[in-house]
């Protein structure tokens, strides 16, 4: 599972520990009746989405990224429950953003940057905040094309798209657009107008919005436009601008009404079948045929016709000046026939190539693709870096390090890239340099045998020959990959529905949500908003059961256990905590031999149990009973 799906699987359980599953399925579905919302504030503010909010961004990684106070989550983390409650709730009174961190980073092998905004972390909990309340609204409102930073939704759903459209659909010309600094130049005015058709109309909610939008940078000033890239809630915002562009384009061609035609839903799968209407629109009407697949700003409209695509393409770049005020890059922008050309989209290139004929002499296309030119450099120097980092370790412990890292890093490229139909050949070509590279770096250190391999590198390069070892540890062969046929997503995931969200994950059926949400709603008085925090998630892994004597526990029967105590300085973060019920709890600190001896007596443990209670006592620095 890549960490992205882990991470939004998380998000699920962080819904369920703070029981807002129902007020966002609710949102959610009010918002597909097309309803208004002039009364959000109430659910932004309310404690259990706080502390949600705080839950998301402490699992984030950029959550230990500081920034212009120079503070990480640290800092929240050390608040107790309703100091952080109130905090967030008197910044929310007269809202005012602290100056944001800007930061450049590279941006591919082009010598270019690219800027991002970093708010502060108390800023970043704010955004989840509103996230957390505005998502679900407009997640009913959004095409079903459009497919980045979504819930549930991936570059894998984009692809299949355009596989789909060049495959199935014949649609073999392609407008490519590339919007001129889109990130820079979001109008904020026409941002929140589009918010307000959409339903979002509580004035207060688009007042916070608006003074998060003209946060000022620091070091260049206050921005007129733009939504800064890098803050929690920046994705949401630039999908909500370029969503009315989503529809404009169906509206041209697939949600056109007509009179006479046919829509009817197939039992298999719940699709619309519109083949009647389409066969109508081709033959009476002139009607320009276009698709959009868009993932954020990057964007393709598939049409059948050269002369469709010359004319749609005239059509969005006017529609883009005139409704958003944005301008395209003529530099990038083209139309390409796929039977001639490769079209660039999210690390790929796609082409229709011929495939035999068809028993009426027409010519079968399939599409046929590879990682772009500019994604082979990027991974052979990439993956020639980490090389590099593990040829001169400090120490073993370095080693380990740099090797687990190349393996992520192969591993990440191996998920991403598998979708292309020649990958196999494309990484090919990355694998012979990178090869070179280990034997003339790493040489006298490569081994053809090792240790046991890792679970999930046995079930995936288990059968590859091209595995090398360090001492022991295995590299994953950067060669070894095979192609998959990237899935549409399926219908009826949707994580804001009871429905959606048994093809998503597993409800907590083993848990007794009476007594997760009685800690939730009683934390520890005076203990931090981690440490409560943690007991939740501790309460869940552990299915409420004592992780000694294995047996469920009730309310006030279950006690949060430092392993390193704080006065030895233990922490509260989550490996230094374990659930315990109270005897065993008061066995571990005991010193007294009467209280040892009647506490022995009552538990009346195992000896793996009893094994266990010692190493608890042991890590509190306690001698072994």
Known sequence: MTGNRLQKKQKLRHAEYFDLQKIQDTLYAKSKENKSFTQLMQWVEMDENILCAYRNISKNRGSKIAGTDGKTIRYLSGFINENLIRYVKRRLEYYRPQSVRRVEIPKGDTGKVRPLGIPTIADRLIQQCFLQILEPICEAKFHERSNGFRPNRSAEHALAQCYSMIQKRGLHFVVDIDIKGFFDHVSHGKLLRQMWAIGIQDKRVLSILS?????????????????PQGGIISPLLSNIVLNELDWWVSSQWENMPTRNHREYVRSDNGVIDKGQKYEMLRNHSNLKECYIVRYADDFKIFCRKRSDA???????????????????????????NLKKRYSEFLGFKLKAVKKGKQSNHKAKYAVESHMSDKAVKCVKLRAREMIMQIQCPSDRNEEYKAIGAYNAYVSGVHNYYCFATHISRDMRKIAFPIIRTMKNRLRGRLQKKGGQLPLFIAQKYGMSKQIRYIHEHPLIPIGYVQTKAPLYKRREVNQYTPKGRESIHKNLTKIDMRILHFLMWNPVAYASVEFNNNRLALYCAQQGKCDVTKQKREIGEIHCHHKVPRKSGGTDCYDNLILICEAVHILIHATDNETIQEYMQSLNLKPQQWKKLNVLRKIAGLPLI
């Open 310 to 336: 010359e004319k749609i393409f005239i059509a969005v770049q006017s529609w883009l000046k005139e409704r958003l005020n944005l301008e395209i890059s003529t530099e990038k922008s083209k139309i390409v």
């Open 211 to 227: 003074a998060m939008l003209k946060a000022e940078v620091a070091g260049i000033g206050f921005p007129e436009k733009g939504t």
